[in-house]
């Protein structure tokens, strides 16, 4: 995966820099215009929060390390919960303690709801017209409404959970077989990531990812994976453009280049199975009895949009079902899976943990059949596993950018309007003020303990999912397929490792392990199920 700080060193030898006096001149002189603007607006009488120098025209672009996450807490330790940043001409708040992101995602939510402009934006999400990157206004309200109450409300969660346990089970039994019935080591990393992909394509297209039908229509599944993949890797990619505009249309690293071109093809793939489903419809509502039939069965996302006109008076166009698909599958799929790569590991680490977990899920399920759901909510320490994997292994450890609609004043400091606002949660959720040996994998901390992640809005000692408007609306779906991923893993397989563990991270979309994760099942069982 490109590495933001590729593209940073690019600035930092000075490759591409403006070559002539005259120019750097003009630069200096805009910035210096731009700085008086910034302290001149400040009618709020308060000072800018804290921060290093920046330098004129890349601010501290070049200072930002390769683990960012890790370079701002550090930063923070000096410079205390709110520091600002320059990220070329960009003015950046970033925040880590729990006090301050309440601030930020709450008390002054309304401010901070809007997502920055970026290269990502225009050319990969329907140019703003997704919800993830889209800025806030009547726009995102129309798409979050659709999502939130028509798509991933609790009842429509609930109807997949057939999906995901069929999807596990398959899971499973491909893990027996690759392992040459545990003879082999297996790729965990590869897995979970397959598995994340399947769930997500059938919650939305109603079709298996490598079914034959599918393989039929042109293998749609199969290359949205391929897609996927790629499109988190441009993403990835800082773009120069995004932090110094003036420099945006050269396209110095060919991303907004990468990005149209992925953006072409994914497009290409949901529109074709968008078509698809139309014409099924079609042909199913002239034969009443199986439309029946397909009513009484799992239907997917795509034909729930399909079969809504309008949500408020407002119509849903072709162009809301395709931005929605493609937001779904990309922010769902590679956050959950990272997110059970981290557990695992854990859990090879320390094999008490996976013991306890054996012994609570064997007290609800037995020996001799897989997990269910429905199991899931008697089991308050698979539970806790996965509460304290979200604490300590955040996907989006910096969140997803926020940027101010107005100047504010927060924690007795002026934050101008257009302020990109980082939230560090990874920082957050490893605050020795709030957590009690706070490196150390503990899911017994929260045993006994009323900590609701998911639904609580005004938990803010971590905050995988953010907060506030902008908060992640799929929690429910991902604690869901976390918690019954790991349940049936540990339960069906005794897990082990050749030699110890590397435990570092990459930066990229999200947060996975550095190094693939690899472990040789035992059957725990007494048949594979
Ligand atoms: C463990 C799994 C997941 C984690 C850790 C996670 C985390 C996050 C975070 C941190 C944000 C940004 C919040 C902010 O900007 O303040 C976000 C946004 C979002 N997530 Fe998730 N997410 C997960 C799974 C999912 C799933 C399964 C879906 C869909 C089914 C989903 C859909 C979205 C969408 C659409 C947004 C954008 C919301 C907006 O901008 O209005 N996520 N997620």
Known sequence: MASPLDSINIIREGAYLPATATLC?????????????????????????????????????????????????????????????????????????SAMAKEFLKTHDNVFASRPQSAAGKHLAYNYKDMVLAPYGPYWRHMRKLCVVELLNAKRIESFSCVREEEMLLTVRSVWEMSGQGEKLVNLTNLFSSFTQAVMWRILSGTKISSQSDAQV??????????????????GAVNIGDFIPYLDWMDLQGVK???????????????????????????????????????????????VLLEMESLDGKAITE???EAIVFDIFLAGVETTSTTIEW?????????????????????VVGRER????????????????????????????????????????VGGYFIPERSRLIVNAWAIGRDPSLWEDPLEFKPERFMGKKVDVVRDKDYFDMLPFGAGRRGCPGTAMADVTMNLALAQLVHCFEWSVDGDLDMTELFGVTTPRSVHLLARPALRLSTCP
Not at 50 to 75: C, M, S, T, V, Y
Not at 274 to 302: F, P, S, V, W
Request: net charge positive.
């Open 25 to 97: 001149s003009l630069i200096i002189f805009l910035w210096v215009l731009h700085r008086f603007s910034v302290q001149r607006k400040n009618r709020l009488g308060f000072r800018l929060p804290p921060g290093p120098f920046a330098w004129p025209i890349i601010g501290n672009l070049n200072q930002l390390k390769r683990l960012p996450h890790r370079d701002l807490h550090e930063r923070g330790k000096k410079y205390g919960p709110i520091m600002m940043l320059k990220l070329g001409s960009v003015p950046t708040v970033v925040v880590s303690s």
């Open 218 to 235: 042109g293998g749609n599944g199969e290359e949205i994976k391929k897609l996927a993949v790629e499109a988190a890797v441009t993403v």
């Open 257 to 303: 280049r990468r990005l149209k071109k992925v953006h072409n093809s994914i497009a290409q793939v949901i529109k074709k199975i968008i078509e698809e489903h139309e014409q099924r419809r079609m042909k199913l509502h002239k034969d009443k009895d199986k439309e029946q039939e397909q009513n009484a069965a799992t239907k997917g996302l795509i034909d």
């Open 319 to 321: 162009e809301n079902i």
């Open 343 to 363: 557990p695992m590991s854990e859990i090879l680490r320390n094999r008490g943990v996976a013991k306890k977990m054996q012994e609570e899920i064997e007290s």
């Open 370 to 409: 897989a997990v269910s759901e429905r199991d899931i909510g008697s089991m308050e320490y698979v539970q806790c596993v996965v509460k304290e994997t979200l604490r300590l292994y955040p996907a989006l450890p910096l969140l997803l950018p926020h940027e101010s609609t107005q100047d504010c004043a």
